[in-house]
Nanobody
Framework: QVQLGESGGGLVQVGGSLRLSCGAS????????MGWFRQAPGKEREFVAA????????NYRDSLKGRFTISRDNAKNTVYLQMNNLKPEDTAVYYC?????????????????WGQGTQVTVSS
């Protein structure tokens, strides 16, 4: 049984930083593409970032490039999302997801497993 668990969310002021972590179990971590998505109140879930199995290639939502960085540590079965210069519009529940597909894309239907999410709130 594949399980994903996010941590690291919380309340931060505008301009601050947070690093989210997502640990995986029940899967050979190096065989899955990992992604981060987010969902703000009243909005649809949207793609944030994704990373290939080896970590050599990443993909980002255009509007987040330069502020967010995805990385992974296959030895620790963990994927990270470093978020800098946070803005109120970054407030959302952030989900990690795992895909047995072939590309680190932004289509949520490509992802097979999902975590429960962690809340990120950016206050102004």
């Amino acid at each position: 049984q594949v399980q994903l668990g996010e941590s690291g969310g919380g309340l931060v002021q505008v301009g601050g930083s947070l690093r989210l972590s997502c640990g995986a179990s029940g899967v050979t971590f190096s065989t899955v593409i990992m992604g981060w998505f987010r969902q703000a109140p009243g909005k649809e879930r949207e793609f944030v970032a994704a990373i290939t199995r080896s970590g050599s290639t990443t993909n980002y939502r255009d509007s987040l490039k330069g502020r967010f960085t995805i990385s992974r540590d296959n030895a620790k079965n963990t994927v990270y999302l470093q978020m800098n210069n946070l803005k109120p519009e970054d407030t959302a529940v952030y989900y990690c997801a795992a895909s047995r597909g072939f590309t680190p894309n932004g289509n949520s239907r490509s992802y097979d497993y999902w975590g429960q999410g962690t809340q990120v709130t950016v206050s102004s």
